[in-house]
């Protein structure tokens, strides 16, 4: 068919006006990375295994949330990517393996072969997978995790009937005395401000019977309940300065009035008995003194910017790291040996910022997790530092304060790399200049994974972490009766 | 077809020709960046010049991890710390050579070594060499290994050595081994050995 002149340079034009729009959208798509992490917000997810933040990023308008930083902790999680398809495969405690197939830009996907969806296209940036937040509870329930209660108020994902729904009892006397019952044992940070408490609930998954209550009191006027960025408060008003304290082993909080101020001299002197009010003030129960506990603080090393060793361009150290730690956890908590985890989610610790938590926590060892993709196998990693300071006893020096703890650490690492061995995992034990295992005023270990033999990608394999992971629970059980316990 | 739809298809050839051009831009813009880079990290200085001497080099492998001394023979300046820096461009050039068993990041170079009085040596690197070097704790370690042993083998005065990057201190070399510190020569003596 000819084409007059004209109608040649329409076609041109809109054949150009097309590549434009395809360049134009083009960067559009590469713009929608950088606006993800602008302003990325979290939710908290409560699960009888754990309790996590996932970052929420922004997608357009649409709020997304990443795969692997969902499921990860909820189980055992394996992706693939082929071109613009992720395929996974979940399975998590008591459920059977899920499979699960999605595409970039596509708004549904399958599930154990059933259509899915997904209220808005998924999204493939960087090798990992996202999925609209409000996809969440469907999804997981799909995946065999349920009950999920989605509360978006407060962006609390609570998982498995974990919810914690408390109860207040007014007891009216002089003073009056509130009693907050909780089922589990709960510890919130308390703020008091003239004439109010608030109760703020990080990680107990606290949800109120009435969001706002009031009483018809001299003391206590109401509480109040709100939710948000993926926490609960408790607000108690008063007419006088309250506060808090604790009973029955965290599972009772007593609101009452804060005691007045301290009597002048001239007021001491006057032979008074003791106001009444005084012997009606709630005696909290006596807390017994911290008892010494065996702790392992494992520290998925890196996070946030500092993604660590680009293992491959889509799998950075941070995740890989993440993930074994997670296994660690589960491995070490199947042993009967406290463990958590200095990292939950992908975020910046600084190195400094790590060992002052890692101390304050008073763990019995400390473990940090790094990947490489140099080399192969597994190497543990002791202290490294100069003999001189080995000097155990007082103060330690802030630089060298692990040297005191060599012999120990050496024990645990021995320990870990004869597990390695016996599980035919490649490995060797170093001594390596690394902070904050430096800094750690307690037996410390490093260990670093390389991939187990020529593919790189198999470092990620749910196989191949969890032999290390079991090495490693192996092999701090082994010790573990060499390692003191510490008051926290 | 009127006056009106040739005057927008017009407007449309324009709008679609400046995009065009704009895509062009910044590919081209993104390709002289990677090449400049790429040539500025390749900017090695010269070789230093003196007599032919034969020096020790620690040299690292990653897929083993093990430390291995070889003899070579280079140009040797007579001032004390142009030898330590002769000695470790030396290393360096080994490291940055294709194929290497412990690659270093390309363009990596000591642009200076203090000797002080007391013992100690302070190497100031290129930012290069922190910036590209291979992240990994075992990596890190047999580079700062393969440094002192090397200087130490070379000049048994050196007894503890810091690395420096650009002039100023860095926390770490990239991402794990310790870089605020001195190496004690004799510490890591022990731990050469165990990688030998």
Sequence with gaps: MALSRPGRIAVASMLLAFAGFLTFRSTQQASLVFAQGSSPGLIAVFSPQSVYTVPVLQVGAQPYVGLMDLLEPLGSIETRINGKKLKLHFSSAGTRQQEGDFQEGKDNGKIGGDKFKLG????????RGYVPLSSVPELLSRLGVKPVEYRPTSQRLLIGNVSERYTAELKKGTPSRLLLGFPAPVNPTIATEPGRVRLTFKRDPVVAPTDRVKYDD????????????????????????????????????????????????????????????????PQPAPQPPPRPRFLVV?????????????????????????????????????????????????????????????????????????AANTGNGVHVFT?????????????????????????????????????????????????????????????AVAVEIAPPSGDIADIASANYQTAVAQSIAAGVAAVRSKLPEVTP | MTRRIVLMLTL???????????????????????????????????PA????????????????????????????????????????????????????????????????????SDGSAVVDTNEAFAEAHPS???AEELTITSIVATLNANDPKITRVKIIVNGAERETLAGHADLRRF???SNVAQLAKELQ
């Design chain 2, 136 to 138: 990994g704790v075992l």
């Design chain 1, 120 to 127: 808005a296209n998924f999204v493939l940036q960087n090798g």
């Design chain 1, 383 to 443: 202290e490294m530092l100069p003999p001189e300071n080995t000097a155990a006893g007082g103060l330690l020096p802030w630089d060298t304060a692990q040297a005191a703890f060599s012999d120990l650490s050496g024990s645990v690492a021995g320990s870990i790399a004869a597990e390695l061995e016996s599980r035919k995992l490649p490995n060797a034990t170093l001594p390596a200049p690394l902070r904050p295992m430096n800094n750690v005023a307690a037996p």
């Design chain 2, 183 to 185: 190496y004690g020569a």
């Design chain 1, 218 to 281: 001299p003391l206590i006027t109401g509480t109040t309940f709100s939710e948000h960025n993926g926490i609960a408060e408790l607000e108690i008003t008063g007419t006088a300065p309250l506060m808090a304290n604790f009973a029955d082993g965290g599972r009772t909080i007593i609101v009452t009035a804060a005691p007045g101020p301290p009597p002048t001299q001239a007021v001491q002197q006057l032979p008074v008995p003791a106001p009444q009010a005084a012997t009606a003030l």
């Design chain 1, 298 to 370: 494992i520290d998925p090393a890196h996070g946030g910017d500092d993604i660590g060793a680009a293992i491959t361009p889509q799998l950075p150290e941070k995740d890989v790291v993440l993930a074994l730690a997670r296994r660690v956890q589960h491995e070490l908590q199947a042993k009967g040996v406290a463990a958590s985890l200095l990292r939950t989610g992908d975020y910046a610790i600084s190195l400094d910022q790590r060992a002052i938590s890692i101390n304050a926590a008073r763990p019995a060892l400390y473990i940090v997790l790094h």
């Design chain 2, 49 to 116: 010049s003196g007599p032919q001497a034969t020096v020790t080099l620690y040299l690292a492998s990653d897929a083993n991890a093990t430390l291995s001394k070889k003899a070579i023979s280079i140009p040797l300046p007579a001032e004390r710390s142009e030898q330590a820096r002769a000695i470790l461009r030396a290393l360096f050039g080994t490291y940055l050579h294709s194929g290497s068993p412990h690659p270093i990041g390309a363009g990596a170079d000591v642009r200076d070594v203090y000797l002080l």
């Design chain 2, 12 to 46: 449309l050839l324009v709008v679609a020709a400046a995009l065009g051009l704009y895509a062009w831009y910044l590919h081209r813009k993104v390709t002289g960046d990677e090449e400049r880079l790429r040539q500025e990290q390749q900017q090695v200085a010269s």
